[in-house]
Nanobody
Framework: QVQLVESGGGLVQPGGSLRLSCAASRSIFGANAMGWYRQAPGKERELVATVTTGGTTNYADSLKGRFTISRDNAKNTVFLQMNSLKPEDTAVYYC???????????WGQGTQVTVSS
């Protein structure tokens, strides 16, 4: 089993920035991806960004340029730098760890991000 612990969420004004972190309790063997998803009130959970063990990134088209994902393989940690935040970014953000062939699929508890003035 793997536990994902998220931090960095909170309340921020429009135009502000936040940096989310997610640390896995242990690594999993083989190729995998870590990423962030979000779910706004009344909406389905959607992809924010993912990054593979090898460093390949994938972003939601609407977020590319404002959000940046990165990971530290040695520390089993993934980050999400969020800039120029908008009220529409308000959501619960979830960390995910998934192996290439679906043997492992873990989720964090979620962290609330609220963008409001």
């Amino acid at each position: 089993q793997v536990q994902l612990v998220e931090s960095g969420g909170g309340l921020v004004q429009p135009g502000g920035s936040l940096r989310l972190s997610c640390a896995a309790s242990r690594s999993i063997f083989g190729a995998n991806a870590m990423g962030w998803y979000r779910q706004a009130p009344g909406k389905e959970r959607e992809l924010v960004a993912t990054v593979t063990t090898g460093g390949t990134t994938n972003y939601a088209d609407s977020l590319k340029g404002r959000f940046t994902i990165s990971r530290d393989n040695a520390k089993n940690t993934v980050f999400l730098q969020m800039n120029s935040l908008k009220p529409e970014d308000t959501a619960v953000y979830y960390c995910n760890l998934k192996s290439t062939f679906g043997v492992h699929d873990y989720w964090g508890q979620g962290t609330q991000v609220t963008v409001s003035s």
